[in-house]
């Protein structure tokens, strides 16, 4: 079967850097995405990873190893309009991709 | 451009009662999906569509039909909802070869009583 771990909700404060892990078992591995979702709203891509390492845009990076299928999502500068929730997925052969259930970002002043 | 554009944004049905939710985008993309997102969960597929005139079932495809009669709409339907069918739907897009990008519509809320 396939599927996605990561923690359920991680605090942080703001200004600081928090970095959100995702751990993974699936076939057919082509890559690992990361989504942001605010209260309310809807998903909205953020970052993709097909290679091992760093990528970087703007405050945020994504990290992945894929022979320890594992990534994470990491925010500098945290921000209050960073609180949010935030899903890894993995696209696979199949045109789709399966999502892990998401991480809360609480963030304090 | 529009983007995504899901209509309606909220629907109550009773037990038994059919409708049709409809996704739409203008940005020319092959590649459809349909989601539901139920509380403290990721999304999970329905069904989904590569191209015009073609569907196929995801994870969750049971209770639901879709059509993709249009590259521009995508239709999902309810036949008898009941009311495990309470969820958030979402609609998405993409191009061929970048389903890791997907670009989402607002969302459907969806009460079944």
């Known amino acids: 079967g396939q599927s996605l771990e990561q923690p359920s909700e991680v605090t942080a404060v703001e200004g600081a850097i928090v970095q959100i892990n995702c751990t993974y078992q699936t076939s057919g591995f082509y890559g690992l995405s990361w989504y942001q979702q605010h209260d309310g709203g809807a998903p909205t891509f953020l970052s993709y990873?097909?290679l091992d390492g760093l990528e970087e845009t703007g405050r945020f990076s994504s990290f992945l190893s894929r022979s320890d299928s594992y990534g994470y999502l990491l925010l500098q500068e945290l921000q209050m309009k960073d609180s949010a929730s935030y899903f890894c997925a993995v696209s696979g052969s199949n045109y789709q991709l399966i999502w892990g259930a998401g991480t809360k970002l609480i963030i304090k002043p | 451009n529009a983007g995504v554009t899901q209509t309606p944004k909220f629907r109550v049905l009773k037990t038994g009662q059919s409708m049709t939710l409809l996704c739409a985008q203008d940005?020319?993309?092959?590649?459809m999906y349909w989601y539901r997102q139920d509380p403290g969960m990721g999304l999970r597929l329905i069904h989904y569509?590569?191209?015009?005139?073609?569907?196929a079932k995801g994870e969750v495809p049971d209770g639901y039909n879709v059509s993709r009669l249009k590259k521009q709409n995508f239709l999902l339907g309810l036949e008898s909802a009941a009311p495990s069918q309470t969820s958030v739907y979402f609609c998405?897009?993409?191009?061929?070869?970048?389903?890791?990008?997907?670009?989402f519509g607002p969302g459907t809320r969806l009460t079944v009583l």
């Open positions: 998405a897009s993409s191009f061929p070869g970048t389903e890791n990008e997907q670009f």
């Open positions: 940005m020319n993309h092959e590649y």
């Open positions: 569509s590569v191209g015009e005139g073609t569907t």
């Open positions: 990873n097909a």
